[in-house]
């Protein structure tokens, strides 16, 4: 008879276990807990989603949401109050250290607008309505008419506050009480006080258009009693009316316009970038007027004329009227008689007549009156600079010829008035790029964030999860395998035992420790089935004392 076949135990929770470091004592609950076998079969499940876990928590950490400006010029109490309003709402939010800006993200901006509208935040300032609304039953005329002019400027602030580059608006206008005299009569004033977002500023247009504004609601006010000023302090009314700033921008529109009639003409000609212009034109701002006065030589007309004559002596009267007329003859002398009339024989020796005449005359002198205005910016001398990229051929003096005559041409050139055009050509140095590199710009860093996001995602998928993943495959292949050849040896060897005393089987009795020692279930179960045929009384008993036990435990 051959000898038995020596099976030695394989355990297989031992065999398929992964190597787990020996700990201190202190640690000795966890390393039992990890060298259970049900706990080493999860392993590489557990491996693997811890894996894909930190790869997830790595993307959602480097990637921030995009930040949204919730409200704009939040003054600081309003600004606590919101703070407040969203951190009990649970909405995340952020203050920007450098703008004080209070941000949100994107996705959650209108939620929290709409959750902070419904607890009347942001406090907006109060305008008329209000104020008037609030103005008390049997108010006295003083209170009321403060009322009323506290409305009209919360009125006129709103409105001021509507134009882009105004964060806020005060206005104060100081109106005398109306007089019975016309003479103490004071014309209204007002001040506004302005506060412009960061960065911004106001055109002298736009000061002007609101003190225009100010001045049309108040009855009895010209723009001229409106002064503004911004949060810097700084007058901005003055320098709407400031002649000295009326002369920088009218040279400044003079000088544009003369620049820009230069690019539309060697723009085409030369290409951009292949010249430059500069343009300067002194502006007279001064402004005259004269009054002549001038009497011409030979002009002059009668105006009025008055002739004396003064006759002395004896003789016949002297001729008068007009020379050459019947009717200067003098009458003949006549008598009253019935006879023909007969004329007076003169005196022999008789004195001659004598006669004076005086004539006084009044000329009109020709007068002449010219009156000479010299209005404000008439333009005393431009002088013009262009420089011409020259390139691997140099333009002759044909070309800049006739480039000095366009130039001439586009400014108006006057050499009488000291005009000035200067042109040359020189290569041009390259200038570098001053813009920031693309590693400055603002997509970058988000962009890098993501990239490194799933980079590392796929290094913890490459690196961990997939040698977990590889090993605990070749483990399931390696007990499978260890499985099947224990299971053809035991069978080997209880084929090749005698048969039992009393029985026609020549198997080999089978025990609980063979059982227990089984590679697999299914070699357990087989084992098992053998035993219930070969001792069915055994098996019952065995049964009945597992019911038991699990009876009293």
Known sequence: MADAQTLTPIDSAQANRLPVPAFGGRFAPIQQFVRQPAVQRALPAIATTTAIGLAALAYFTMQSAPQAQLFAGLADADKSAVADALQTAGIAHSIDPVTGALTVDADKMHAARIALAGQGLPKAAPDGDNLIASLPMGASRAIEGETLRAAREADLARTIEAIDAVRSARIHIAAAEPSLFVREDKPATASVMLTLQNGRSLSDGQVQAIRFLVASSVPGMNADQVSVIDQRGALLSDGATSSDMKAFQLQTQIEDRFRRALDSLLGPMLGAGNYTVEVHADVDMSESQATRESFPKDDRALRSEQITRQVSGQGPAPAVGIPGALSNQPPQATTVTGEAPVAAPAAAGAPETQSNENAARAYEVGREISVTHQPQGQLRRVSVAVALNQGKKALTQADM?????????????????????????????????????????????????????????????????????????????????????????????????????????????????????????????????????????????????????????
């Open 401 to 553: 010829a006739k480039i000095d005559g366009l130039v001439k041409g586009a400014v108006g050139f006057d050499a009488t008035r000291g005009d000035q055009v200067a042109i040359s050509q020189r290569p041009f140095v390259k200038v570098e790029d001053e813009s920031p590199a693309f590693y400055d710009q603002g997509w970058f860093l988000p962009l890098v964030k993501q990239i490194g996001a799933i980079v590392a995602a796929l290094l913890a998928f490459l690196f961990i999860g997939r040698p977990l993943i590889r090993a605990a495959k070749e483990r399931a292949a390696a007990r499978a395998e260890q499985s099947a050849s224990l299971e053809a040896s035991l069978l080997a060897a209880t084929d090749s035992q005698p048969a039992l005393p009393g029985g026609g089987s020549n198997r080999r009795e089978i025990t609980l420790e063979m059982i227990e020692q089984a590679p697999s279930y299914e070699a357990r179960a087989n084992l098992v089935r053998a035993f219930v045929r070969q001792d069915s009384a055994r098996a019952a008993l065995v049964v009945r004392q597992l019911m038991q036990e699990g009876a009293r435990g």
